[in-house]
């Protein structure tokens, strides 16, 4: 033990650094109070999309938390839907929003300009209604299916299913323009494609969380490896769907593809489960 009133040893700069990106990156996809410190900056936002994959690890494990705890008490329906509700007040629906706006403005066939002009607006329409109801039905219905099956199985789901769809869109993010106007985005931040280094890190910990699900025993390489191969092709279908619409993405765009992906892998692993 160091000697009292000896000198104490700051951490590297690096991690300093990181551990603030990983702050901006919480602050800005939850609702957790909570400050990255020091005067901030603006590239802060886009630098920590590289941890965007493990801010929603956090968020999945707090679903699975709340899964695995309501599930002792209440049906497994009942349980999932508890579930749910967590994980959209921790991050208050942000996401959910911009699915509802996605569908709103693409689900019919209107121009790229009007499409931009009606995700601005805060109505929602039949289209981004229906896309919302469907999507948290899906969700709780699949994790409902999961939890019946195994508590640790379905925990596993919901940790991976999250921080694979804040994955999906932070490679969105690099394989295409932003969509819309930069100079008035709401994170204008954002609206610049994340380098190489953020992409790679974002994937790194979605690999990560997956390795260690499979290492602590709750979830199969095998099982892992479809839902890499769900996410991968969410991903896919939202760039042959908004390249030709919009040209780009856009900041709902992005939350669109982080609902899809974590249905698609919640999907996929019930399938794997029941097969």
């Given at each position: 033990m160091p000697e009292r009133g000896a000198p104490r040893?700051?951490?590297?700069?690096?991690?300093?650094?990181?551990?603030?990106?990983?702050?901006?990156?919480?602050?800005?996809?939850?609702?957790?109070?909570?400050?990255?410190?020091?005067?901030?900056?603006?590239?802060?936002?886009?630098?920590?999309?590289?941890?965007?994959?493990?801010?929603?690890?956090?968020?999945?494990?707090?679903?699975?938390?709340?899964?695995?705890?309501?599930?002792?008490?209440?049906?497994?329906?009942?349980?999932?839907?508890?579930?749910?509700?967590?994980t959209v007040v921790i991050t208050g629906a942000f996401h959910e929003d911009g699915l509802a706006d996605t569908f709103d403005a693409l689900g019919g066939t209107v121009s790229r300009e009007r499409a931009l002009a009606i995700m601005k607006d805060s109505r929602i329409g039949s289209y981004g209604a229906a896309a919302l109801v469907l999507t948290l039905a899906g969700r709780t219905a699949l994790m409902a299916a999961l939890c019946a099956?195994?508590?640790?199985?379905?925990?596993?789901?919901?940790v991976l299913a999250h921080a694979w769809g804040r994955a999906t869109a932070v490679l969105l993010m690099a394989g295409l323009p932003y969509a819309g106007d930069a100079e008035h985005a709401k994170a204008k931040p954002l609206a610049t494609a994340v380098g190489p280094a953020e992409w790679r890190v974002a994937l790194g910990w979605a690999m990560v969380v997956a390795a260690g699900l499979a290492w602590a025993g709750a979830l199969a390489p095998a099982r892992a490896g479809v839902a890499l191969a769900a996410a991968a092709l969410v991903l896919w279908a939202m760039r042959r769907w908004l390249r030709p619409r919009l040209g780009g993405y856009t900041g709902d765009t992005l939350g669109a593809t982080e609902q899809l992906t974590e249905l698609a892998v919640l999907l996929v692993l019930a399938a794997e489960v029941a097969g």
């Open positions: 040893v700051a951490p590297p700069g690096w991690l300093v650094a990181e551990w603030r990106l990983l702050l901006v990156a919480l602050q800005f996809l939850t609702r957790l109070p909570v400050s990255p410190g020091g005067v901030y900056e603006p590239a802060w936002l886009n630098r920590s999309a590289r941890h965007f994959p493990l801010v929603g690890a956090l968020v999945g494990a707090l679903g699975a938390a709340v899964l695995a705890a309501a599930a002792t008490v209440w049906p497994p329906t009942v349980a999932a839907l508890l579930a749910l509700v967590a099956q195994g508590a640790a199985q379905a925990a596993a789901a919901v």
